[in-house]
């Protein structure tokens, strides 16, 4: 009877002291304003119709046609026009028969590329467009695309639209992307409401040989508790960060870019791989040299706030864009004109 008595003291006590842990966590991320990704919905206003995506059976979804007004925070103002194709303009639509006919540069990547944040006439694909006036500049940049989005846009239009140059922009953060994380799961949680999303993802098979996979939607699957508590709610994310370690995303997406060199080459097409982030760029710079893909770091050594627009989201503005066409520009010139 002691022993038992002695047991129950111990799991009362322990039991209230988890109790006091949970309930001191709670009061911590609250104090410093933790909120999770769920219940931040970005304060994002598009006119006109309030969506700014649309669901596409390949990519997942793309942009919707149209000029756009979006408003970040209430107060920062940027204007996309997207044609019918739904990639966005490099330059003025009555231009359109100036270019038709002339000789193709795509510009390929994420919401960088798009230039989410800033108007038509401040993107990098608009400034390469004004800089090579013998090209017809096309920019398949989307907003939460990653490397496996490219391979896919390059898969379903070539050879009808075959382009004589690639500029494929590539960041650490697009591996996560291409291999649909748990992470990556969590961030979008909060972005359906500006339209239909799913999204396609890699994976290897056992022979390291890649496998796309297309999720019927973008789900992530909370803990029971983690809408109510964010401790159990940034637990889960702890959680799940560190079993993202053990996915393939590297591999993954280094079987992604030998495919878009393997096509590229079959097609005679002069591949450059521009480098937008600092983080990884050694690894990525290594594995180029390697596999004889042309490179370019055009990434700030710190992403500098007066680059951005800080504090409405961290999406380089309009001198964050003529920082990357600083470095980007010379090198294309020196490539093309080999």
Same mark, same amino acid.
């Given at each position: 009877?002691?022993?038992?008595?002695?047991?129950?003291?111990?799991?009362?006590?322990?039991?209230?002291?988890?109790?006091?842990?949970?309930?001191?966590?709670?009061?911590?991320?609250?104090?410093?304003?933790?909120?999770?990704?769920?219940?931040?919905?970005?304060?994002?206003?598009?006119?006109?119709?309030?969506?700014?995506?649309?669901?596409?059976?390949?990519?997942?979804?793309?942009?919707?046609?149209?000029?756009?007004?979006?408003?970040?925070?209430?107060?920062?103002?940027?204007?996309?026009?997207?044609?019918?194709?739904?990639?966005?303009?490099?330059?003025?639509?009555?231009?359109?028969?100036?270019?038709?006919?002339?000789?193709?540069?795509? /510009?390929?990547?994420?919401?960088?590329?798009?230039?989410?944040?800033?108007?038509?006439?401040?993107?990098?694909?608009?400034? /390469?467009?004004?800089?090579?006036?013998?090209?017809?500049?096309?920019?398949?940049?989307?907003?939460?695309?990653?490397?496996?989005?490219?391979?896919?846009?390059?898969?379903?239009?070539?050879?009808?639209?075959?382009?004589?140059?690639?500029?494929?922009?590539?960041?650490?953060?697009?591996?996560?992307?291409?291999?649909?994380?748990?992470?990556?799961?969590?961030?979008?949680?909060?972005?359906?409401?500006?339209?239909?999303?799913?999204?396609?993802?890699?994976?290897?098979?056992?022979?390291?040989?890649?496998?796309?996979?297309?999720?019927?939607?973008?789900?992530?699957?909370?803990?029971?508790?983690?809408?109510?508590?964010?401790?159990?709610?940034?637990?889960?994310?702890?959680?799940?960060?560190?079993?993202?370690?053990?996915?393939?995303?590297?591999?993954?997406?280094?079987?992604?870019?030998?495919?878009?060199?393997?096509?590229?080459?079959?097609?005679?097409?002069?591949?450059?791989?521009?480098?937008?982030?600092?983080?990884?760029?050694?690894?990525?710079?290594?594995?180029?040299?390697?596999?004889?893909?042309?490179?370019?770091?055009?990434?700030?050594?710190?992403?500098?706030?007066?680059?951005?627009?800080?504090?409405?989201?961290?999406?380089?503005?309009?001198?964050?864009?003529?920082?990357?066409?600083?470095?980007?520009?010379?090198?294309?010139?020196?490539?093309?004109?080999?």
């Amino acid at each position: 009877m002691k022993r038992k008595k002695i047991l129950v003291k111990y799991f009362i006590s322990y039991l209230i002291l988890i109790s006091l842990l949970f309930l001191l966590g709670e009061i911590s991320l609250r104090i410093f304003n933790f909120t999770p990704y769920f219940a931040s919905k970005p304060n994002i206003e598009v006119l006109p119709g309030g969506t700014y995506i649309q669901k596409d059976s390949i990519l997942g979804y793309a942009h919707l046609p149209g000029k756009f007004k979006v408003i970040l925070q209430n107060e920062h103002t940027f204007e996309t026009t997207h044609l019918p194709s739904t990639l966005r303009i490099t330059y003025p639509i009555d231009s359109h028969y100036l270019y038709k006919e002339r000789p193709k540069m795509w /510009i390929m990547g994420c919401s960088v590329m798009h230039g989410w944040g800033v108007n038509d006439e401040e993107t990098l694909p608009w400034l /390469i467009q004004k800089e090579f006036a013998e090209f017809e500049v096309i920019n398949w940049g989307v907003s939460g695309y990653g490397t496996l989005h490219s391979l896919l846009q390059l898969e379903n239009n070539l050879p009808e639209n075959k382009p004589n140059t690639i500029v494929l922009a590539y960041g650490q953060f697009h591996q996560m992307r291409n291999v649909f994380s748990r992470e990556r799961r969590r961030h979008v949680m909060s972005w359906g409401h500006l339209g239909l999303l799913n999204q396609p993802y890699g994976k290897l098979d056992s022979d390291g040989k890649l496998i796309i996979h297309q999720s019927d939607k973008l789900v992530h699957q909370l803990w029971k508790g983690a809408k109510t508590f964010r401790v159990i709610y940034y637990g889960q994310a702890l959680i799940e960060k560190f079993l993202d370690f053990f996915d393939d995303r590297k591999k993954v997406t280094e079987q992604i870019l030998l495919r878009i060199k393997h096509i590229c080459a079959k097609n005679n097409i002069e591949l450059v791989l521009a480098n937008i982030e600092g983080v990884g760029a050694e690894h990525i710079e290594k594995f180029c040299g390697k596999n004889q893909i042309s490179f370019v770091d055009i990434s700030w050594d710190v992403w500098d706030e007066k680059y951005t627009n800080h504090p409405y989201d961290g999406h380089p503005n309009a001198k964050g864009h003529l920082l990357f066409a600083e470095k980007l520009l010379p090198f294309l010139r020196n490539q093309i004109e080999k």
